[in-house]
């Protein structure tokens, strides 16, 4: 059975900092773009940030760029997102999910085929 499952997450101040890790079970995550989606309470899911299998190409929405790092460990079969100074605004679930490259390269939420069931952030004083 193949699964994603993410950790790493909880309670932090603003401009604290939290580091969220995207496991995969039953496949190698190699050969899979990852995905990191999140959602606030009441808006809309939205793209984060997204690697490449080789981990050549990367891409950050514009509010997280400067702020959030995306690396993938294959040797541990995981992908992390380092995520820094964070702001109230960056509360939400956060999902990893997974697109087989064999498909081609996208980060769009659409064409992801596997989904964790995601972690919460909570950025508050």
């Known amino acids: 059975q193949l699964q994603l499952v993410e950790s790493g997450g909880g309670l932090v101040q603003p401009g604290g900092s939290l580091n969220l890790s995207c496991a995969a079970s039953g496949f190698t995550l190699d050969y899979y773009t990852i995905g990191w989606f999140r959602q606030a309470p009441g808006k809309e899911r939205e793209g984060v940030s997204c690697?490449?299998?080789?981990?050549?190409?990367?891409n950050d929405a514009d509010s997280v760029k400067g702020r959030f790092t995306i690396s993938r460990d294959n040797a541990k079969n995981t992908v992390h997102l380092q995520m820094n100074s964070l702001k109230p605004e960056d509360t939400a679930v956060y999902y990893c999910a997974a697109r087989h490259r064999a498909y081609g390269f996208t980060c769009r939420m659409g064409d992801m085929r596997y989904w964790g069931k995601g972690t919460l952030v909570t950025v508050s004083s």
């Open positions: 690697i490449s299998s080789s981990g050549g190409i990367t």
